[in-house]
């Protein structure tokens, strides 16, 4: 079992949608999650992180944290086509650098 | 610097060849991380610098890889004798203070290519 699991997609969803991305973590013992945008050829640009159970909001991205489930997930509300990327989950379980996932492509269609 | 600085910003090489790659970390944070990713993967691991603590290096795919970290700053990743399998991009990242609960910050990266 890979310690940090995403769906690689692609995720499509039409301009304007909310689009939802999740992320499962195997540790129980994370502390910190962690929600990162890559754009093609670019490298990893942080959005959001949280470390709370319930949810966090920041503009139009919202992350949410079920730790009994060890889950996390990010929604964009009215996505747009520049949204379209991969988004990165990554956990720290507090033994060393930050766990990745390998990543959800997200395409949001004109 | 304002950023995570990396050079060279790309690098083609004989198989067979060394190479260096640089990381020049934000100023002031203790803690500095190298990640790799080839094409269309996620990140992979390599090795994290904590302050003047043993780095940890358990990320490293083989002995051909090692780095190090002068003056708790810059730091250096070296690949010996290159195969194709390096090629990928070798991604920088610094923070504040320890991993634990403090977000990372990458450099653009080196992009590798072994011919």
């Known amino acids: 079992q890979k310690e940090v699991e995403q769906n690689s997609g692609p995720l499509s969803v039409p301009e304007g949608a909310i689009a939802s991305l999740n992320c499962t973590y195997s540790d129980r013992g994370s502390q910190s999650f962690f929600w990162y945008r890559q754009y093609s050829g670019k490298s990893p640009e942080l959005i959001m992180f949280?470390?709370?159970?319930g949810d966090k909001e920041d503009g139009r991205f919202t992350a949410q944290l079920n730790k009994a489930s060890q889950y996390v997930s990010l929604l964009i509300r009215d996505s747009q086509p520049s949204d379209s990327a991969t988004y990165l989950c990554?956990?720290?379980?507090?033994?060393?650098?930050?766990?990745f996932g390998s990543g959800t492509r997200l395409q949001v269609q004109p | 610097g304002a950023g995570v600085s990396q050079s060279p910003s790309n690098k083609v090489t004989e198989k067979g060849k060394d190479v260096e790659l640089r990381c020049d970390p934000i100023s002031g944070h203790t803690a500095l991380y190298w990640y790799r990713q080839s094409l269309g993967q996620g990140l992979e691991f390599l090795i994290y610098?904590?302050?003047?603590?043993?780095?940890?290096k358990s990320g490293l795919p083989s002995d051909r890889f090692s780095a190090e970290r002068t003056g708790g700053s810059v730091s250096t990743l070296t690949i010996q004798r290159t195969q194709q399998e390096d090629s990928a991009v070798y991604l920088c990242?610094?923070?504040?203070?320890?991993?634990?609960?403090?977000?990372?910050?990458f450099g653009e990266g080196s992009w590798l290519t072994v011919v």
């Open positions: 990242a610094s923070s504040p203070a320890g991993a634990h609960g403090n977000t990372i910050y």
């Open positions: 990554a956990v720290d379980t507090g033994r060393r650098a930050l766990t």
């Open positions: 949280i470390y709370s159970n």
């Open positions: 610098f904590q302050g003047n603590s043993a780095p940890d």
